[in-house]
């Protein structure tokens, strides 16, 4: 069982910066894909980026693609979301969700424990 617990949440104006924490625990994330997910009102679950634990290979979506990183603490178990030039389109819930790192990488499917999400709020 992994338990992960995001944070960093919140209003922001249109061009500033916000950086979302994950910190997971119950087990090591060295054998895990660390991906972010948003979820904005009457729309799907889409996956922003993800990374491979073990490998240090990550995956941006075109759509954030240049304004947003992925990284990870090892000593902290706590994968990040640094979200520059925010827009008021990247208004949503913001999940942290791990699978397995056999798994691909590139894809939204298989993840299997889930954050309890954190609210981004971009302002025109």
């Known amino acids: 069982q992994v338990q992960l617990v995001e944070s960093g949440g919140g209003l922001v104006q249109a061009g500033g910066s916000l950086r979302l924490s994950c910190a997971a625990s119950g087990r090591t994330l060295s054998y895990f894909n660390m991906g972010w997910f948003r979820q904005a009102p009457g729309k799907e679950r889409d996956l922003v980026a993800a990374i491979r634990w073990s490998s240090g290979t990550t995956y941006i979506a075109d759509s954030v693609k240049g304004r947003f990183t992925i990284s990870g603490d090892n000593a902290k178990n706590t994968v990040y979301l640094q979200m520059n030039s925010l827009k008021p389109e990247d208004t949503a819930v913001y999940y942290c969700?791990?699978?397995?790192?056999?798994?691909?990488?590139?894809?939204?499917?298989?993840?299997?424990?889930w954050g309890q999400g954190t609210q981004v709020s971009v302002s025109s």
């Open positions: 969700a791990a699978k397995s790192g056999i798994k691909e990488l590139r894809s939204a499917d298989g993840y299997a424990y």
